[in-house]
């Protein structure tokens, strides 16, 4: 019995990304899962931009660069003969990827962390924290943000297996993540 039907990916169509898309899919392949690829335009981010912007102008360039973002993703499954569906949603990156989990009936989302730490997670936040923090669904966090890591996802497109760099799961099915002492997210347990 396998252990996963569907993954969720969330992409942001960068080459750091890719990390993640292509562990996401390597682990379809291996448990005879389905992928689900959503890319989130984040209308909150550009509520602020004053009225002599047009939205229509920003709305098709980032519509366009979600195509082709999951155009890539599509890309990589075919490598892999694993079956992927694509989305593009609006809203905010997190919630939107919690929401889409649970309502698509996915059992795992793989998704990429730049692995900040210390003052840079307090004054960035992130989007994977909160998905970890958030999600009933497992969530499994891939590290990327290096190009050491960019450059493995490039040589997991063409390659059968596992795509390099470090990876950790956390979440379960309570949506609660593993914390260290000092209350930052664990990256060595898998749970659900």
Do not use: N
């Not at 562990?23 to 890319?39: E, Q």
């Not at 923090?133 to 063409?158: C, N, W």
Request: charged share 25%; proline share 3%.
């Amino acid at each position: 019995m396998p252990l996963y039907d569907r993954i969720l990916v969330p992409t942001d169509g960068s080459s750091e990304g890719e990390l993640a898309v292509c562990h996401a899919l390597d682990l379809a392949a291996v448990h005879g899962a389905s992928v689900r690829a959503i890319y989130v335009v984040d209308t909150a981010r550009y509520a602020g931009m004053p009225m002599e912007t047009t939205w229509e102008g920003v709305g098709d360039l980032l519509y366009d660069d979600a195509e082709a973002a999951l155009e890539t993703v599509c890309e990589f499954a075919a490598d892999r003969d694993v079956d992927v569906e694509t989305a593009v949603v609006e809203g905010s990156p997190s919630r939107e990827i919690i929401t889409h989990a649970e309502e698509t009936g996915c059992d795992l989302v793989v998704m990429g962390t730049h692995g900040r730490g210390g003052i840079d997670r307090l004054l960035l936040g992130s989007v994977a924290e909160k998905v970890v923090r958030g999600s009933s669904v497992p969530v499994l966090t891939v590290r990327i943000g290096d190009e050491e890591a960019a450059a493995s996802a490039a040589e997991s497109a063409s390659a059968s297996g596992a795509a390099g760099g470090e990876e950790s799961a956390t979440a379960g099915g309570t949506g609660a993540a593993g914390t260290d002492a000092d209350g930052s997210v664990s990256d060595a347990t898998e749970t659900g």
